[in-house]
């Protein structure tokens, strides 16, 4: 192997790795996974088949939280605020690192998504004791998750992430370096 070869690789290797960083500080899949598991009362458990492979199995722990017309309309609610295009946005923040659009948006936020329950409470057949437990649960997702736009540190922070590197060798031959066919 050359030595452009060998840098070549470890380039592509650093490359890789720095996308797959990225990759996971984006995908929010795993988070509305978690949102319809809590909703849908479920688990995922690992099980093993007979010839040795492992798969995934839902399995109830509890009682839904809604209906499935329900949960459908509130994971796709959920989906409209977490998600990769929103968390790069950014909420100016005063020298405290404190930021009043952060604080506003979540308070609508919470009140946006009470007045959609509460709105369809019994459509979705969602019992009243788990009303604010809904909320709960997903505010208690939403504020963190929001709070990555303060002071736009979330696309400051991809600055490490995506860097491109790029180098150059120049090996010499037995006769030394030959420029332009000289």
Known sequence: MTESE??????TSKDMHSYTALQIRLET????ENVELFLRGAKIVIEQEEDGTLKQRRVNI???KANDEGIQAILNYVQQIVNPQVVQGNFPCDRHGHSD???SYIQECQ??????LMENLYNWEILESDYNVIIDGIMML????MSRLIGNEE?????DTIQHKES????????????FGG
């Open 62 to 64: 509890g009682t839904s």
């Open 155 to 159: 696309r400051k922070s991809y600055i």
């Open 142 to 145: 939403v504020q963190p998750y």
């Open 111 to 116: 009140v946006n998504m009470a007045t959609f």
């Open 29 to 32: 899949n795993q988070l509305l």
């Open 168 to 179: 150059t060798h120049v090996q010499e031959g037995k006769k030394g370096l030959k420029l």
């Open 101 to 103: 659009m952060y604080e």
């Open 6 to 11: 060998e840098s070549f690789n470890m380039t």
